[in-house]
C-alpha cells in the first residue's frame, strides 16, 4: 500500500461521470454468490484503492472467496474480477449501496472511498462530498441494516495544537486538512451513532502505510514508499519533507492485520470506537540510512513542498497503548524488517521488467 492514507478514489472526477452499464455488469458477476451462516458478508468500499485489494485477499482466505466484495467506481484489473467478487458502488448513491446491502446480504462494511490529505487539499468541495457525504451514507445503511462498520481514520486526524511525541488516544485535535476535519467527524459521528443507536462501529487511526505493490499517490508520507523505487531505479531519491521531519510509519501486513483483529475483538474489549495504532516513526534521513544499507549507491537531496506544512502539525510518536490493552494489537515490522520486505520484494520486480524490456527490443 502506498503510504497512507487510504487511497480509495484513484479518479472520482472521470468515475462519476461512468455509465451503469458498468454497474449492471458488475451485478452479474457476482450473481452467484452464497450467503454463509458461519461467515460475515463483507462490502469494501473504495476496494482498488491501496488497502482494499490487500484487506480483501486476506478476508477472502478467512470467511471464503464469495463472502468478501471488493467494490469501486473505477473499472477493475482483470486479475480483480478473477479473484473474487466486484461490484461498481458509488458511495455518494444511497440507492446504489442500499440495493448492494440488501441484495448481498452485507453484515460487515468496510469504508475505505476517501481523498487524501494532498489530494484534498486541491479539491475541497469533491473532498466534502467523498469524505463527509459518502461516510453519511454509509453510517446510515450501517445504522438501518445493524451492520458491523469500520471506518479508518489517520494520524491527519490530529493538528499543530495536539501534543506530537508522543500523541495520545484522546486528546485535542484541530486538524489543519480537509482531510483531517472529515477523519474526525466520522469518529464523533461513528461515537455518536454508536451511542444512539447502538451501531457497531469501529475505527483505527493508521499512521504511515507502505507497500510495495501499489505506487504512491499524493499523500503527505509518500516518501516512504518512493525512496524504495528509486533506489532500484536511478539511484537517486528527491524527499519534499525536511531530513529530521519524524512521522509514524506501518508496513501494510500490520496494518491489514490490526484491522482484522479490530474487527474480530468482542464488543466487551473495546472501552473506546477509535484507537490510535502504530509500528516504528522515524524521519527521512533515518530511513535513507537504513536503505542506503541495502542500496549502497543511493543518494538523496530534499526539496521542501508544501506538505511540509502538513506533515509538521501531525504526531511524530503514536501512544497507543489502549489498543495494546485493550484487544492485544503488537506489530511485527520496525523499520529493518520494512526495508529489508521492500526491497526483497522490489528486486526481483524491476528485474522481471528489464527482462521483458530487453525481449521486446531484441523482438523489434
Known sequence: MRSLFLRSLAGPQRAFAQ?????????????SVHSSDEHPRVLITGGLGQLGTGLARQLRTTFGTDNVILSDIIRPDRDILNNGPFIFA???????????????????LVHFSALL?????????????????GLHNVMELAKQYHLKLFVPSTIG?????SPRNPTPNLTIQRPKTIYGVSKVHAELLGEYYQKRFGLDFRSLRFPGIISYDSNPGGGTTDYAVQIFHDALTSGKHT??????TRLPMMYIDDCLRSLTEIMMAPKEKLSIRTYNV??????????????????????????????????DSWPQVFDDSQARGDWGWEHKFGIQELVDTMIDALIPIYENQRVASEAKINHQ
Not at 524527499?239 to 529530521?244: F, S, V
Not at 527521512?284 to 543511493?298: G, I, S
Open 117 to 133: 490529505s494532498a489530494v484534498g487539499e486541491n479539491n475541497v468541495p469533491l473532498a466534502i462530498r467523498v469524505n463527509i457525504e
Open 157 to 161: 486526524a490530529f493538528g499543530p495544537e
Open 278 to 311: 502504530a509500528a516504528m516513526s522515524f524521519t527521512p534521513n533515518e530511513l535513507f540510512a537504513a536503505v542506503k544499507k541495502r542500496v549502497p549507491h543511493l543518494e538523496i537531496e530534499y526539496k521542501v513542498d508544501g506538505r511540509q506544512k502538513i506533515a
Open 90 to 108: 458509488d458511495i455518494l448513491d444511497f440507492k446504489n449501496l442500499q440495493e448492494i446491502v440488501v441484495s448481498h446480504r452485507i453484515d460487515w
Open 19 to 31: 455509465p451503469y452499464t458498468f454497474q449492471k455488469a458488475s451485478f452479474q458477476t457476482v450473481s
Open 239 to 244: 524527499c519534499y519533507l525536511n531530513p529530521d
